[in-house]
């Protein structure tokens, strides 16, 4: 059975970091690509960060560009969005998201909370 797990999210004051994880597990996870998606109630849901399979390369939002950092653990299967200087704007629902040749796969999500 596929998992994602997302953990991590919270409230934090503006400036502030967290760091969210997605633990997988159900389906080869060195194989995927790893995106981390955000959505706020009203909105389309937006292309955050992406690393690839083997985890060389990232790509980034512009907004979060230097904020943000995506990175993978091949050995316990999780990847993870290290989130710095955190914006109002920032506040979302972020979802974990696998792919590879067609198959996509998603976790339940993790409500981050900008806050002052």
């Known amino acids: 059975q596929v998992q994602l797990v997302e953990s991590g999210g919270g409230l934090v004051q503006p400036g502030g970091s967290l760091r969210l994880s997605c633990a997988t597990s159900?389906?080869?996870?060195?194989?995927?690509?790893m995106r981390w998606y955000r959505q706020v109630s009203g909105k389309e849901r937006e292309l955050v960060a992406a690393?690839?399979?083997?985890?060389?390369?990232?790509k980034y939002l512009d907004s979060v560009n230097g904020r943000f950092t995506i990175s993978r653990d091949h050995a316990k299967n999780t990847a993870y969005l290290q989130m710095n200087n955190l914006k109002l704007e920032d506040t979302a629902v972020y979802y974990c998201?696998?792919?590879?040749?067609?198959?996509?796969?998603w976790g339940q999500g993790t409500r981050v909370t900008v806050s002052s």
């Open positions: 998201n696998a792919v590879r040749a067609g198959l996509e796969y």
């Open positions: 159900g389906f080869a996870f060195s194989d995927y690509a």
């Open positions: 690393i690839s399979s083997a985890g060389y390369n990232a």
